[in-house]
């Protein structure tokens, strides 16, 4: 995994955190919060948005990769997620094949709990062996 300081893990977190508070979940109660840094150097980020039909619900990851994209950022550092839960949540399954998308497998993705205790795993330890039309 490409190494991460301190430093910048707790200044992700605290904007994942602060991302958090616009979820729009008015359905699972459960907010969750992303921020991703672009090789550029600029931090995107996301929240949660939820809808009715549930299925067109949308993961805070997503929104700050797509925000991302849509701004002309190319390349990854680092992605932190926080949620209201004690535990410490990992991208779900959607997310990791978004990620794999545009994010090495080295790169570092920052798991916290709510209280911003956190673990560090590589895109690659959470999603091995990501779907891909590259090899046509
Ligand atoms: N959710 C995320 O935003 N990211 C994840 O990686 C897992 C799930 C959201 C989707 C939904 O709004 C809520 O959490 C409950 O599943």
Redesign the pocket.
């Known amino acids: 995994m490409r190494t991460i300081h301190e430093f910048e893990v707790k200044n992700m977190l605290r904007m994942a955190n602060e991302a958090k508070d616009r979820?729009y979940?008015p359905?699972?109660s459960?907010?969750?919060g992303?921020c991703l840094k672009g090789a550029s150097g600029a931090y995107y980020m996301?929240?949660?948005?939820?809808n009715a039909a549930f299925t067109p619900?949308?993961?805070?990851?997503?929104?700050a990769m797509f925000k991302a994209i849509y701004d002309g950022e190319k390349a990854f550092d680092a992605l932190a997620?926080i949620?209201d839960s004690k535990e410490p949540?990992?991208?779900?399954g959607v997310?990791r094949q978004v990620l794999s998308e545009f994010c090495d497998g080295d790169m570092p993705v920052i798991c916290a709990s709510k209280d911003g205790e956190y673990t560090l795993v590589s895109l690659a330890d959470i999603f091995p062996a990501p779907f891909s039309l590259r090899t046509r």
């Open positions: 979820a979940a359905y699972s459960f907010r969750v992303a996301g929240a949660n948005i939820e619900t949308v993961c805070a990851e997503r929104v997620i949620s949540i990992v991208p779900c997310c």
